[in-house]
């Protein structure tokens, strides 16, 4: 079946302007993480939904960053007025559910950003 | 606050080395740890999720082990190939609804 998918792949844009990252689970997938990871860097939290929900959203570092999912299925990242430090790339990760230990994350293969 | 570790950020070896991978942990109450396999400019891929219930999963070649009490993980590769060359992290969750915490992961690469 299809995996974790995620658009646009690559994404140049210039600084000040604003993004919008997609991300499509696995079908069937409750629970849906957004990561990101630059260079060098571990991969850093950024917002868990379960559902259409996001219970967690601590790792949202600043105030341009927002997340949605609608319909229990797609999701998007917003960045407004992107800045050179928001240069990463955004990975996104679905699955099954919560609260079952059994239940490995799916990764799509990310978006690299690239604030010009 | 949870915090993962993963040392050394690189190891290089020959083909067919056996090899341990290491991975530890600050919080010892975790639901689960996944240990995950990152090729270049690509997402990650699950290898192996050990239950806080259980001591031990393999898969082919691999074998990952857990010690709660002590903070610790290892992932074992037997027979180590070119093909197995690639970044390798190990992730805990340390709630029923809550995110995993990666470290920064072990950079592998396996001389033919």
């Known amino acids: 079946g299809a995996g974790v998918s995620q658009s646009p792949s690559n994404k140049v844009t210039e600084k000040g302007k604003d993004v919008e990252l997609r991300c499509d689970p696995i079908s069937g997938h409750t629970a849906l993480y957004w990561y990101r990871q630059s260079l060098g860097q571990g991969l850093e939290f950024l917002i868990y939904?379960?559902?259409?929900?996001?219970?967690?959203k601590s790792g949202l570092p600043s105030d341009r960053f927002s997340a949605e999912r609608t319909g229990g299925s797609v999701s998007t990242l917003t960045i407004q007025r992107t800045q050179q430090e928001d240069s990463a790339v955004y990975l996104c990760a679905s699955t099954a559910a919560t609260g079952l230990d059994s239940s490995p994350l799916h990764f799509g293969n990310g978006t690299r950003l690239t604030v010009t | 606050k949870q915090e993962v570790t993963q040392i050394p950020a690189a190891l290089s070896v020959p083909e067919g080395e056996n090899l341990v991978l290491n991975c530890s942990f600050t919080d010892s109450a975790i639901y689960n740890l996944q240990w995950f396999r990152q090729d270049p400019g690509k997402g990650l891929t699950s290898l192996l999720l050990?239950?806080?219930?259980?001591r031990e999963q393999t898969s082919g070649r691999l074998n990952a082990s857990l010690d709660k009490s002590s903070g610790r993980s290892t992932l074992y590769i037997a027979a180590s190939q070119p093909g197995d060359s690639a970044t390798y992290l190990c992730?805990?969750?340390?709630?029923?609804?809550?995110?995993?915490?990666f470290g920064k992961g072990i950079t592998l690469s396996v001389r033919p």
């Open positions: 992730a805990v969750k340390t709630g029923a609804n809550s995110k995993l915490t």
């Open positions: 939904f379960q559902g259409n929900s996001a219970p967690d």
């Open positions: 050990i239950q806080s219930s259980q």
